[in-house]
Nanobody, 115 residues
């Protein structure tokens, strides 16, 4: 059974940091590209960051560039998103996605940036 389980979402103050994690199981994780997406209130789901399956190539949306860092552990089947200098714009549900010939999604984890 394919599973992607996000964790790490929380209420954080503006300027703070969070590290999200996504645990994968039930598919050939190391051959999948992994991405983080977010869905802000009243907005469509949007891509945040990507990491390739083998070479670890990373790519970021403009909103994440220089602020977020995506990484993966192919031994532990996890992907992480380090988020720094957060502000209210980053309040969203964050989703982990796995992409190859098919795609898999997690249920999301809530990040709220508020004082």
């Amino acid at each position: 059974q394919v599973r992607l389980v996000e964790s790490g979402g929380a209420l954080v103050q503006p300027g703070g940091s969070l590290r999200l994690s996504c645990a994968a199981s039930g598919f050939d994780f190391v051959t999948y590209a992994m991405s983080w997406y977010r869905q802000r209130p009243g907005h469509e789901r949007e891509w945040v960051a990507h990491i390739g399956p083998f070479d670890g190539f990373t790519n970021y949306a403009d909103s994440a560039q220089g602020r977020f860092s995506i990484s993966r552990d192919n031994d532990m089947f996890t992907v992480a998103l380090q988020m720094n200098r957060l502000n209210a714009e980053y309040t969203a549900v964050y989703y982990c996605g796995a992409f190859r010939d098919r795609e898999h999604w997690g249920q999301g984890t809530q990040v709220t940036v508020s004082s």
